[in-house]
Each structure stands twice: as structure tokens, then as C-alpha cells.
């Protein structure tokens, strides 16, 4: 399956950003989907994940209350819906898919490009 993210850019504290990775392939409603993040000089880090079927996600803390993670099979897309964005979510964000892990640790097996959101504040 190939990814591409998009919906990055210039946002204020406060604000809010969704970001979309559409994706190529006709299983796309078997993969489990993510987003990360990479910070200029940090590790890239796990922001959320949603199952095949869309019934079950999970966030990281930093996120919680204030992202959410949705699909639409239809389409074969993953959103990702940020609020309330921080600075400290400046990053490049990327989405990720895989048909056997549903889980926060970076070894899905199929990486989009990324997406660069910068938060002003």
C-alpha cells in the first residue's frame, strides 16, 4: 500500500489542523493505521492509532482529549483531527500502515511521506 499525507502548515496555538493520508490499494480496510511525529532534533514518536475496522483507537498521553483518529474505508483515507494544537506539536507527521499490528511502536511496514505542522505561539 502506498501513503500520502497532506494537510500540514502554519497554525496558531489554539488552533486547530486536520490532517488526511490517502492511500492507494484495495485492502485498505484490512490495515491498521498511525500517525507519528518527528520533532527537529527528537526520535520520531507515536501519536494514535485506529483499527481496520475504525471500532477501537488509542493515543498517545501528550495527545489525549485534544487529537482524534478516524478512517473512512470508502475513500481509503485516515484522518487525524488536532485541537487545541501546542507548540510542542511542532512536527513532521506522518501516517503509517500495517495488516498485522495494531499497536505504538514504530515498525509498521508502510510509511507515507509526512507532513510538516508548525504551531505558533
Known amino acids: 500500500v502506498q501513503l500520502q499525507a497532506f494537510g500540514g502548515g502554519l497554525v496558531q496555538a489554539g488552533g486547530s489542523r486536520r490532517l488526511s493520508c490517502a492511500a492507494s490499494g484495495r485492502t485498505f480496510s484490512s490495515y491498521a493505521l498511525a500517525w507519528f511525529r518527528q520533532a527537529p532534533g527528537k526520535e520520531r514518536e507515536f501519536v494514535a492509532a485506529i483499527n481496520w475496522s475504525g471500532g477501537n483507537t488509542f493515543y498517545a498521553d501528550s495527545v489525549k482529549g485534544r487529537f482524534t483518529i478516524s478512517r473512512d474505508n470508502a475513500k481509503n483515507t485516515v484522518y487525524l483531527q488536532m485541537s487545541s494544537l501546542k507548540p510542542e506539536d511542532t512536527a513532521v507527521y506522518y501516517c503509517?500502515?500495517?495488516?498485522?499490528?495494531?499497536?505504538?511502536?514504530?515498525?509498521?511496514?508502510?510509511w507515507g511521506q509526512g507532513t510538516h505542522v508548525t504551531v505558533s505561539s
Open positions: 503509517a500502515a500495517d495488516m498485522a499490528r495494531f499497536s505504538s511502536r514504530n515498525e509498521y511496514d508502510y
